[in-house]
């Protein structure tokens, strides 16, 4: 039996999925099964197109490969996604079970938005007399809101008080939309004087823009929130909120699939009841009674600061480490040596999974980045038990490279490296409850993220002056280096053989009579003649060695040289390929070159210019012999001729 569940869950409920699976541990421990959490951050504030990056953690993996399925519908930022989800899953015959929202196919753990909100308004109207509320819910369509605002409903006719729509304002869930619009209402000509909201984020930023204009909570106005958030008790005032014991929830979930999975079920649907919370913001609770927790609060603030603080500096360490250079082996390369010294997730399995597509793109940008997960992927760092490894290749159903059910049951937390709906790959880490929790986990993708696209940004730019640099120094006619192409790679050929104490080849070619063949034959047929000898020039230049079209006919190739004999035999081989390639065009005239070359001295300071200069000179004697042979004119001149003193008197 493979012994492991996955759960889908988002992430900025980032304080009840922690919880959640405190409750879920609590059965998958006992019973030696491991959990893949897969953990979106996508959110109704940010892009359509991020949110679908952010959701494609959904889609590594084959549910078929589980035990059972846990979703968290009512977390996730679109009802589309468990709907998909949950077909997937019920196609495959794998048990599964939704909390929050009923999903087709799966059992059900509700959570009973009404009772606790209906007794929190109830609560409002009797005992702090409020008359006309407003409600500010989170999205038109969704449940929960709207379960909140039918509880709010049914409270208020209770006790003879309308809940008319111009009251109600839909905030989707947006701290600064929540905040804007409890200033509108509190400056209208009929401000309200109580601000019922879907959330306690909506709640705190309602009170703080109330604080803005000057009022006080709960003098002015009464203010309360719903899913007793941590800042929810040590926030001035202290929310008055509605409580969703998400621990709970999450053990009776795990217990409800594993029956499923067992086959013991009896029950398709439980349904888990909130509970209404007294605090200051609607004055039940004194101020000294909610000091304890702020006092504890204040302390635990300044230590989160201090670790903060450090962990930007981790993280720009981490940058400046991970992202120097502009290429794929640069990022490879640092990854690596960065997780062996350092770790942002100490005591953690962690895995740094990048897409084989990803891994195209950053090599080259012709390659276009993917919206969908290929089937390869490589792990650029495993770090396990503290060993940092390189781990390469393997196939996406695997999930991470050397996944064995342990003796320690374990939590393995995915989530998306994207760019909007653009792919990267993934990060593994196991255990990261708290870093779930302390959203440092949250902070760490962002960055990762945005990361990702500047180095791969930096290596398209980085490609694109390349090709840009090419094409200032490379000659158009023949491909070979330009004068600009041999100052940025020929000159550096021979600083460094001499640094090295190595010698260089400094080859110098001229076509013979290119003035009788641009004189008879046209230009056309010049351009043809300089193109056919930089074809055998290169056809058999030694490897390592550059290149040139020093000006009109005459060519140069540079490179180390170990001995005489190796430039000897490239010259030959240079005039025999040349020969070749001519007697099959069947051109009207004659294509042959003279070649003249000297070999550096790596204790001299000569540049590359002077050798080219005397290689030059030697090549004039080569010719002027070819010619006086031509014309039966016979003088004794060495063809091994090799420096400048050996050079016969010209007249």
């Known amino acids: 039996m493979k012994r492991k569940i996955a759960v889908l869950a988002n992430g900025w409920n980032h304080l009840s999925i922690a919880s959640a699976l405190k409750g879920i541990r609590s059965v998958t421990d006992k019973l030696n099964i491991d959990v893949f959490l897969f953990l979106s951050f996508a959110a109704f504030a940010q892009s359509q197109a991020r949110n679908d990056g952010e959701d494609s953690v959904f889609d590594i993996t084959d549910y078929s490969e589980f035990d059972g399925v846990i979703i968290f519908s009512g977390m996730l930022n679109s009802q589309k996604t468990p709907e998909r989800i949950a077909k997937i899953i019920v196609e495959h015959k794998v048990p599964g079970v939704s909390v929050g929202w009923p999903l087709e196919g799966l059992d059900f753990v509700g959570i009973d938005n009404f009772k606790g909100m209906f007794e929190m308004v109830d609560h409002l109207v009797k005992e702090h007399n409020i008359k006309k509320p407003v409600f500010l819910a989170g999205t038109i369509d969704h449940p929960d809101s709207n379960d909140r605002i039918n509880a709010t409903r049914q409270a208020l006719e209770m006790n003879g008080i309308e809940l008319p729509d111009d009251r109600i304002y839909y905030t989707n869930w947006e701290y600064l939309t929540a905040m804007k619009a409890a200033k509108e209402y509190a400056q209208s000509k009929n401000p309200p004087d109580a601000f019922i909201c879907a959330n306690d984020y909506n709640a705190i930023a309602t009170i703080v823009g109330l604080n803005e204009l000057g009022y006080s909570v709960p003098k002015d106005f009464i203010v309360t929130g719903f899913d007793k958030i941590a800042h929810a008790e040590t926030f001035y005032p202290s929310i008055t909120t509605v409580y969703q014991d998400y621990e709970k929830i999450g053990y009776i979930a795990a217990w409800q699939l594993m029956e499923k999975v067992e086959g013991t079920s009896h029950a398709d649907q439980v349904v888990v009841s909130s509970s209404f919370v007294k605090n200051e913001s609607c004055g039940c609770k004194q101020t000294h009674e909610a000091e304890e927790v702020r006092h504890q609060f204040c302390i635990n603030a300044y230590m989160k600061e201090m670790e903060s603080l450090i962990s930007q500096a981790e993280s720009a360490e981490m940058a400046g480490n991970l992202f120097t250079g502009s290429t794929y082996e640069d990022f490879k390369k640092n990854i690596l040596k960065y997780y062996k010294e350092k770790n942002n997730f100490k005591g953690h399995d962690f895995y740094f999974i990048l897409d084989d597509n990803a891994r195209k793109t950053i090599k080259s940008s012709s390659f276009p980045i993917q919206k969908k997960y290929s089937n390869k992927m490589c792990c650029l ?123 260089c080849a400094i080859m110098f070619a001229d076509i013979n009579r290119m003035k009788h063949i641009n004189d008879n034959f046209g230009h056309l047929h010049g351009d043809l003649a300089i193109r056919t000898v930089a074809s055998s020039l290169l056809k058999e230049m030694p490897e390592g060695w550059v290149g040139i079209r020093y000006g009109g006919d005459e060519f140069i190739s540079v490179g180390v040289c170990k001995s005489e004999k190796i430039v000897k035999d490239y010259i030959d081989r240079l005039n025999e390929t040349l020969r070749k390639q001519v007697e099959g065009m069947h051109l009207a005239y004659p294509l042959t070159i003279s070649c003249g070359y000297i070999l550096s001295d790596p204790t001299a300071t000569t540049t590359l210019v002077d050798y080219i200069n005397q290689a030059d000179s030697i090549m004039y004697v080569h010719k002027q012999k070819t010619y006086e042979n031509e014309k039966a004119e016979k003088q004794d001149v060495s063809s091994d001729i090799k420096s400048l003193d050996e050079l016969p008197h010209m007249k």
Do not use: W
């Not at 390469?392 to 995915?414: A, I, M, S």
């Not at 930096?458 to 004068?483: H, M, P, V, W, Y």
């Open 381 to 503: 760092v495993a770090v396990k038990d503290g060993i940092a490894e390189y781990k390469g290749d393997f196939q996406r159903k695997e999930l991470f490279p050397g996944y064995e059910k342990g003796d320690k049951p374990k939590v393995y937390t995915f989530t998306s490296m994207h760019y909007d709906d653009n792919l990267f790959g993934y990060i593994v880490l196991s255990d990261s409850i708290e870093h779930i929790q302390d959203t440092s986990l949250n902070h760490y993708m962002i960055q990762m993220n945005y990361n990702l696209e500047q180095f791969r940004r930096n290596c398209r730019f980085d490609e694109l002056n390349k090709a840009l640099r090419n094409i200032s120094n490379t000659d158009q006619l023949t491909g070979l280096n330009n004068r600009f192409g041999m100052e940025q790679n020929a000159v550096p050929v021979l600083e460094q053989a001499n640094k090295k104490n190595q010698k």
